[in-house]
């Protein structure tokens, strides 16, 4: 059985999001817990937050031990940008995209 949490808009570029989300995919959902708290970077609070979120709905809504879950899959696609404007010399503006993501972790019993 697979079980899946979704973060959505989360203010961070989906490529920061994959470089952490690679490291944790095919590990146990509690050694991922572990490994993210030591990792220094805003992508692995997120994650971890996500993980935390599918770990719950597994145990609570589907019955599963928190000891069995593996990640089947972690993944970060791109969602809405929000297009801004930087003043810069003469009266000018440059353009500035602050990306957003869809954050998507699916766990799944060792079974």
Not at 33 to 54: E, G
Not at 62 to 76: E, M, P, Q, R, Y
């Amino acid at each position: 059985m697979e079980v899946k949490s979704i973060s959505k808009n989360v203010r961070i570029t989906p490529s920061k999001v994959r470089d952490v989300a690679r490291q944790i995919k095919g590990l146990s959902a509690l050694e991922a817990v572990d490994l993210l708290r030591f990792i220094p970077r805003k992508a692995a609070r997120l994650l971890a937050k996500t993980l935390n979120s599918a770990i719950a709905n597994a145990e609570n809504n589907n019955g599963l031990s928190a000891k069995d879950l593996v990640i089947v899959s972690a993944t970060a696609n791109q969602g809405p940008v929000l297009k801004r404007f930087r003043p810069t010399a003469k009266g000018s503006a440059h353009p500035i995209r602050k990306s957003t993501c869809h954050i998507t972790i699916v766990v799944g019993d060792n079974k």
